[in-house]
């Protein structure tokens, strides 16, 4: 894969909304990673993403937003997209 193909997103969201805009993003199906940054610009954690991600593979992923939203007011998501994804195996 070239890097021609992959492109970043940058969003900033409140708290409460960081769960629900993560899932919307994962839901799209081009995205093949996440960071959630906090208010200063550091990482907070980093989420990898491959075709074939089980939504219930995530739930470990949600306790941690969850919790990472209830201690700030305002996040950054970097979205890693793809435009072109390979064809699943």
């Known amino acids: ?3 021609n193909n992959v492109h970043y ?8 909304k960081l769960v629900a805009e993560i899932k919307k993003l994962i839901q799209e199906g081009n ?6 940054k906090n208010e200063k610009g550091e990482p907070l954690l980093e989420i990898p993403l491959t075709l074939g ?7 470990p992923v949600w306790v941690a937003l969850g919790a990472i939203a209830a201690l700030a ?3 950054t998501i970097v979205v890693e997209r793809v435009d072109n994804p390979p ?3």
């Open 9 to 16: 997103e940058e969003f900033k969201v409140e708290g409460e």
């Open 1 to 3: 894969m070239t890097e």
């Open 73 to 75: 007011a305002n996040f």
């Open 53 to 59: 991600v089980v939504t219930a593979m995530l739930i």
């Open 87 to 89: 064809p699943a195996a």
């Open 31 to 36: 995205v093949r990673r996440v960071i959630v």
